[in-house]
């Protein structure tokens, strides 16, 4: 799907769907802002627009091509962005967390996105900007920051939720035993080394080095990337926070199973230290060899009365030595 | 609430409750100092200060939000601060630790800060401008550095508090045993964690590269902001080192409850090797097959011999080889 | 070997297997390419091209040692690369990596390639230049630019492969059990380790430091080497995203076998705990001494009985506490 | 206590307890430096001393409080410092290691330190310049040099003296068993964080960034700066190999404990599979049902055959199988 | 021992021995090189020495201590270099790993080289400085150059071996048991971390940032410079990469163990729960009281066949349960 959305700075309106084959003209007046988003694209159509727009064939072919990495390019006239979206899926079987690749092209006054899915953060500033001229009026990076502005505030609730399931897990480790708890831990290291991974290079995009920027932003948008950019970084504090969290939590649970392998250890080692000599008691008194007092009544109470004692002597000791 | 405090420079006197509608004329006077606190404030009355001051609407933004991540934006002709003060209790069941926004406008002789909840550290500043204008007639971001102060001052007892509970535990893991050591180490080291995520954007605003601050100071300023940035990182190295202390016991913890987990299976085995023969032996004479030896009375005395003979030989083979 | 590459500018044709003789002759022009392909090269014939285009000792040193670290080294009037491509064997019983070196001797209109065995990166790129010019019209630079673009995509589906195995080793380590899972683990913690070794010194030479390389590259080819340290820092990436999770996957393997463990011991443990008593009962019964009611018919039942109540109350007491 | 030593330069000669009153005076000639040595001073001396110099209010709040980092900061015409020396104590049942707390004014031509205990390095100094110009002559900073050299000195011993332990700890892994080893790596653990968190910013401030010093160093000084900043480098360097080595050692000992717990577990479960069928079986034939051959006198001698071959095959099986 | 050794430029000849009461003479040509090469020194001969050069205390101070850490110094006219040879002894019962260590004065035109015991890299050198003037015709860091790269060049055959060491432990981690392989790993680890100590210094020493050097190198010998600092480098990389391959060798040998462990107390639960019931049954039946069928003489052969459908139903459900 291609859809078309362009700003006419002169009428201060918005057009969409608008030909492509006029291209140059709408172009010609460099207020204009034109946007086309292009999903579920065949190759034909992201090569017409490639050659439309004379993009440079390396940035072409990553378009086509999945490329795990956000960056941004710069070519004469224009910047290439790679750029991801999260997905998270808590109830998936597997693979809790994708990442969708959005491709950017940043013109002085046009953009182009490309993304194989429906993003919804593309869809709702799509939906405002059929009307309203709120998000093309300030060029065409402001309309990128809110494209991904959208994205990045998608993420919190995602956090949100990692957050509260590393609560749960912290609650379990003392109370539960299974392998819930094991593969949950999994699940969520697996969860924040994938968002971590895919989002150290946004950052690396958006930050700016003494003041300057990897691609050029007016002045009066700076304020907006500087706060991208601090959305980006409160991420990846979470993410780190999260995961120092995780792994404490999982270094706990092995010692909690340690302390509780010990603990039960020590009851079989109670339990045989009483009931062996008992065996051995009764055994001996089992043997078919004369015993003295073999048919002494009496015999059988002082047996029971002596285990008795040797019981409670030991049952004392242990609890002297905080065994029990 | 909303609180007022003016220093007037020309009397050399302190005003408070002032009229903000007069704000322009308080303000004309370049030596003057306004500061205003809000907290429990209403959305309304943000919004109201917001533009009596001509704030940008993303700093405005991050007032009504939580912002996780202490940092300072500049703007035209005033800087955005958020910064967070920690609250620390020992005896709550879950989360000993909270953090506490504030943030801070710094114009050049305005201030305003806002915060949902009274804050310690604002509340003490705040008794001593109502009569005296020691704090504020060193300009604004000397204001500014007296209530950081005091929220940075508030960490130190926090820190030594903790220090105190890793003392502990740290005598504690060679005599306790059970969950009490390892849910302590467990709080400890979420506790630290999310110290050192509210300290560390907290040092990088406050520290300066190469004698530059990312704001404005005046030279006699200067020397206070170095000590606050000195005291956050004295805070940081404790909270590091108190890190690596919590790492270190609970490595030895873990090493204890496998010491133990060694020894008692090792009377365990002592214990078996010794009993378990003795068992046999008894079921031997206890065969209902004929036995040589069987009505000879002094039988059983051998037996019993011979069994003596043996647990002594065991007992001195094991001391031997240092299992007992 | 010794292939030869010859790109004459003035009549836009390829030759081959040119005579070196003439080497000063066909280099004149400065647009025209001269490529050398040498392997399983003597010594002899090493010295021989090192002669002819006068090559630093130190260079030629290189050459004839294994170096297992990639680097680029500056002279008057050539650079010169060490590379390596990797060659991955899942099914090697030992080594599944080893990596081929590659040196380039990279002059303004010349370029040198040596290696010790055939390499299929460089053997693609021969093919095509036999025959067409494609390769070889942009320069020397853009010439190595293709060797080495055709190595480094060689190792994407090597690290498809290996986040298979990492997939499925993240499947087995709940189900399966035994040293497979373990020398599974272990060989790709040393896969990750030695791709990774060599990885980043090559990442190191094509990144750019403020848009400054290490050697030189022609304006119109620096979206090419971009591209390329974009590909080299994807792999890097990915390499250290499948470290980490190997290294999540294998403590929660490591955690799983000591729950396997805690579990079974819980086993033996309420085994004994019910099994022992019982041992002592009936040997109580069978002593050689009088026993009250010993001839009573009724006694046995009542022996069953009492063993059957408390077997009955131990399950449930175990169960209660939640250890079967 | 306040001493003073004055170095006369004009007279070449050594002072001591001037009458600080004439401090203006005895500091006109810039080539004269007085050395102010304070410890267990109360706080109206300190306060005295402070308004003698005009010291910063904060730098004096530095004095008074505990500071646990290291730091210098600049003022209008001095510097002051904070530095620690480190006080080791082998035997002491907790804390081995605590830091004393050295604060220093540096100003052109004189110096103050001051502490709350005296300090061997600062003692030795001071007995020097009691008689010798040595110490005094070549300028302030010289005199600095010389007691932060004596501090630094101190460590060399302390440090060794841990290696010593390290070596035993090492021996001992492997050897002896029990809480001792545990113990002594706990302490040097801990012992090897303080030191560490004391040296990293005492190196830092006397670290050059390309040859410039955070306080001003006369030339003919910078060796004896560059030779401190290495022997602080050479600690650091000795503090993180011991922490790797501790680390390691304790690693295997936690390893040799497993190993030693998987070796008794072994022998208990051969033990047990041996010996169990033994029970089982003379068990049966002590039932007290019909038993065929149950007055055949040779019956005891081929149950007796039977156990021992049984006996037998179980210790080769075992053998083989390289569990005994 | 101080041996001497002078190239006379005009005269293009080697001179060794000479006279060093002519020094000032011989050093006259700046072309001219002198070095004197010291090993088991008196304190008085290296103060002769030092008086002669006039060499700064603190140089001569760290040429009689022990200085653990590489390092360059630079003087008025000279520089003073410690550097570190490594002594390997695989065999060595303790501390397979010592350094040398080797102190260089490096002047314009004179190199004093001091060690205690004799050097190979230093003794090669020298034996062929005696005859040609190869190495020193080039200047004095030239012949530096060539001392250092014997040193280097001895590290790689004693990686090699620690290569081949831990090829071994990762063999025998599935197959041996004992403390042979957790021995072997801490040897390799402790000999691993003091390689790294010594080696990471000396590269930075030769090392250069952005092409310079911490002292004076002329053009033609920096290719000799880069390949040291190459070589240093790729020692560094392998130690770094051994010890992630040691590291992961002891993490696969400590799961191993548990493993083992696991499978041990599984084989003990599954013996226990076979033969208990058994003991139990048995022991039922030898209970002296009146037992229905006591006198039934197939009676025994219905308690074997309950006993035998028992175990083989415990083996079948075991089986299906996988715990053997």
């Given at each position: 799907m291609i859809k078309t959305y362009l700003y006419n700075h002169d009428e201060h309106l918005m057009y969409h769907d608008?030909?492509?084959?006029e291209k140059d003209e709408l172009l010609e007046n460099p207020n204009n802002l034109l946007w086309i988003d292009m999903y579920n694209c065949t190759e034909y159509e992201l090569n017409y627009i490639g050659e439309l727009f004379d993009f440079h064939p390396l940035a072409m072919e990553d378009c086509l091509q999945k490329s795990p990495r956000a960056k941004v390019d710069e070519y004469d006239d224009y910047h290439f962005f790679v750029l991801h979206a999260i997905r998270y899926d808590?109830?998936?079987?597997?693979?809790?967390i994708s990442s969708i690749e959005l491709d950017v092209f940043l013109g002085s006054n046009y953009i182009v996105t490309i993304h194989t899915v429906p993003l919804n953060s593309v869809g709702s500033v799509a939906r405002v900007c059929r009307d309203s001229v709120d998000y093309m009026e300030h060029g065409a990076e402001h309309l990128l920051y809110n494209i991904i502005d959208k994205i990045v505030d998608e993420l919190f609730p995602i956090l949100e939720s990692i957050g509260d399931r590393i609560d749960e897990v912290e609650d379990n480790i003392f109370v539960y035993r299974g392998t819930e708890v094991t593969e949950e831990i999994l699940a969520l290291k697996q969860t924040l080394i994938l968002i971590r991974k895919v989002l150290i290079p946004q950052r690396n995009i958006f930050s700016n080095i003494r003041g300057r920027y990897s691609f050029f932003i007016q002045d009066e948008n700076v304020p907006y990337f500087l706060d991208l950019a601090d959305h980006l970084n409160s991420l990846l504090d979470m993410v780190n926070t999260y995961r120092d969290l995780v792994n404490s939590a999982f270094e706990i649970y092995h010692s909690v199973i340690s302390e509780r392998t010990s603990d039960i250890i020590t009851i079989l080692t109670v339990i045989s230290i009483i009931m062996m000599p008992f065996t051995v008691i009764t055994g001996f008194f089992g043997m078919n060899v004369p015993i003295p007092g073999?048919?002494?009544?009496?015999m059988i109470w002082g047996i029971t009365l002596g285990m008795m004692i040797l019981a409670i002597w030991m049952i004392v000791y242990f609890k002297h030595r905080k065994w029990i």
């Amino acid at each position: 799907m291609i859809k078309t959305y362009l700003y006419n700075h002169d009428e201060h309106l918005m057009y969409h769907d608008v030909d492509l084959f006029e291209k140059d003209e709408l172009l010609e007046n460099p207020n204009n802002l034109l946007w086309i988003d292009m999903y579920n694209c065949t190759e034909y159509e992201l090569n017409y627009i490639g050659e439309l727009f004379d993009f440079h064939p390396l940035a072409m072919e990553d378009c086509l091509q999945k490329s795990p990495r956000a960056k941004v390019d710069e070519y004469d006239d224009y910047h290439f962005f790679v750029l991801h979206a999260i997905r998270y899926d808590e109830d998936a079987s597997e693979d809790e967390i994708s990442s969708i690749e959005l491709d950017v092209f940043l013109g002085s006054n046009y953009i182009v996105t490309i993304h194989t899915v429906p993003l919804n953060s593309v869809g709702s500033v799509a939906r405002v900007c059929r009307d309203s001229v709120d998000y093309m009026e300030h060029g065409a990076e402001h309309l990128l920051y809110n494209i991904i502005d959208k994205i990045v505030d998608e993420l919190f609730p995602i956090l949100e939720s990692i957050g509260d399931r590393i609560d749960e897990v912290e609650d379990n480790i003392f109370v539960y035993r299974g392998t819930e708890v094991t593969e949950e831990i999994l699940a969520l290291k697996q969860t924040l080394i994938l968002i971590r991974k895919v989002l150290i290079p946004q950052r690396n995009i958006f930050s700016n080095i003494r003041g300057r920027y990897s691609f050029f932003i007016q002045d009066e948008n700076v304020p907006y990337f500087l706060d991208l950019a601090d959305h980006l970084n409160s991420l990846l504090d979470m993410v780190n926070t999260y995961r120092d969290l995780v792994n404490s939590a999982f270094e706990i649970y092995h010692s909690v199973i340690s302390e509780r392998t010990s603990d039960i250890i020590t009851i079989l080692t109670v339990i045989s230290i009483i009931m062996m000599p008992f065996t051995v008691i009764t055994g001996f008194f089992g043997m078919n060899v004369p015993i003295p007092g073999q048919n002494n009544p009496f015999m059988i109470w002082g047996i029971t009365l002596g285990m008795m004692i040797l019981a409670i002597w030991m049952i004392v000791y242990f609890k002297h030595r905080k065994w029990i």
